[in-house]
């Protein structure tokens, strides 16, 4: 009864911690691009010049295209290596994949059927009929060219061990084999073959991601690589639609492409997406009719449903968690992780804070995909050893002082980093308000924007980093492959011989059942070290327009779907 007591009462603080931050963030302009947040100062022109566009088909528009309006954070970055939000969220529109998610379940992309060997070592993909919207065929050589132009360095890379499934793929990237010896085989214009470096029963799972998309050759040499993916004219496109305009960091306007292959059930003429950093800026234009999707933070929920706009939520398949510096002099002592993770209340951290999400259990967030059958969270169930417990977080915290030869909890003194959004200034705000209350350690706070996270990220310029990892390709691997290290890695980076080998296990595993088991013993293993600490599995508001229908939202990317939708 006592611990009840005292979780309402932590609530209620948090509440109110959280109600100060946000007052704050109010006050000073907390925003990716520093300006008035409840303004549209920072979106030039766009108001004012789409008002048109407001109804399905206004009344100037002769042609009565259905068109829909949505928003990015940022100017998409087609020609660089980073895969941001904005990218992953405008791409699916533009390009698409041998396979691609459906309503809810995988289908064939520019696939029409597929096969693979007894050991799941060898997949063969028959290509439809479709086109690249310059009237080009989409062909076997889409996927032999980019994959290797990729790792051979010609062209960007964001993550090479995205493609390391792929035989000898390690090998090219590190110049210790020629691209020619790759497994990526065109066996003709409409077959391509893919020769895996080892088992891998989930490939059409992972092949709906970007990296895994084909490119056609003699556009990129005709257009020529440093121009690609710069402007509207040098960005080819295989999905959907395709861009007719770009003016940067400010409108794209995405056209249906006449040469898709289903282009006849792609109902809506034309996607206007608007470069828009601030996301109270982005709620204020949906209610003014002048977009037709929004996300937004539980704060702005009264404003969406008082204007009459239906509020909902969808789990985005993230799991948001604190990535610990294993070379700071405190938090290399697992006993001192143990103690942090054991010392936070998830429950209350999501309900008193976030009121969207869940409390997380493990690493891989709920709904990824497990056997198919049962989902990966089904199948190994809970795997936090350390949750919330006071007791034994003041147990764990006085081991890890003794390990350290310190005295005292207030001799510890870490910073959280994270992003200046909403949701993460004031998560920040209550595990300060949480590890000082509960373990007596000193926590600082630190946010920024986006740019500057990101260097001192990669840099490992930080004690604690609050951050979030998404389902790139619906299978736990996405999220554990990125912990199997060896002793050459950077001593900030967790590195363990029982993770690697446990998950080099599940990776040679043929058996889908067993394969997840695997996993989640590798998971075990993360949380027992506490190599990192997971805290919630996000959720996320968002809201539809009342004039457009079928919109889908989901736990892999992309996150925002327009496939099936429809202007009324």
Partial sequence: MKKTNKRIVLRKGLSLLLAALLAFASLTGCSTTGKDAGTDKNVTGVAAADKSNNSSNSSSDASKEKIINIAVSSDPSFASDALGDSLMATLSLLREGLTRYGDGVLVDGLAESYEHNDDFTKWTFHLRESGWNNGEPVTADDWVYIIGAMLDGTQPLAFADFLYEIKNAREVYTKEKDVSELGVIAVDEKTVVFELAYPVAYFPYLITHCMHFGFDREYSDQVGIDNLG???????????????????????????????????????????????????????????????????????????????????????????????????????????????????????????????????????????????????????????????????????????????????????????????????????????????????????????????????????????????????????????????????????????????????????????????????????????????????????????????????????????????????
């Fill in 230 to 568: 710069t402007e509207a004219q040098y960005t080819l496109c295989n999905g959907p639609f395709y861009i007719e305009s770009w003016e940067h960091d400010n409108k794209l306007v995405f056209k249906k492409n006449p040469y898709y292959w289903n282009k006849d059930n792609i109902k809506i003429d034309q996607v206007n997406v608007y470069v828009i950093p601030d996301q109270a800026t982005q709620v204020n234009l949906f209610l003014n009719g002048q977009l037709d999707v929004v996300d937004f933070a539980y704060q702005r929920l009264s404003a969406i449903e008082g204007a009459g706009f239906t509020a909902a939520t969808y789990n985005n398949g993230r799991t948001a968690y604190l990535n610990y510096n294993h070379s700071n002099q405190f938090l290399k002592n697992k006993y001192v992780r143990q103690a942090i993770s054991a010392a936070i209340d998830r429950d209350a951290l999501v309900n008193g804070v976030l009121h969207v999400g869940s409390p997380a259990d493990g690493l891989i967030p709920v709904g990824l995909a497990g056997d198919g059958k049962k989902s990966f969270r089904e199948i190994v169930g809970p795997n936090l050893p350390y949750s919330y417990d006071l007791t034994k977080a003041k147990e764990l915290l006085n081991k890890g002082l003794a390990e350290l030869g310190l005295s005292s909890p207030s001799d510890i003194t870490i910073t959280i980093l994270a992003s200046n959004t909403d949701e993460f200034i004031a998560v920040t705000g209550a595990l300060q308000q949480l590890l000082k209350e509960n373990l007596g350690i000193n926590v600082e706070v630190e946010t920024t924007d986006s740019t500057s996270l990101r260097a001192k990220r990669n840099a490992y310029e930080y004690d604690l980093l609050l951050q979030s990892w998404g389902a790139d390709w619906d299978d736990a691997t996405n999220f554990l492959g990125g912990y199997e290290r060896d002793a050459s890695a950077n001593p900030a980076l967790f590195i363990n011989e029982e993770f690697n080998e446990v998950y080099h296990q599940a990776t040679y595993s043929t058996d889908l059942t067993e394969r997840i088991v695997l996993l989640g013993k590798a998971e075990a293993v993360l949380m027992e070290e506490q190599a990192i600490t997971p805290l919630y599995y996000t959720g996320q508001y968002y809201s539809v327009s009342n004039r457009v229908t079928g919109v889908l939202r989901r736990a892999v990317v992309p996150y925002l779907d327009l496939y099936f939708a429809d202007v009324k």
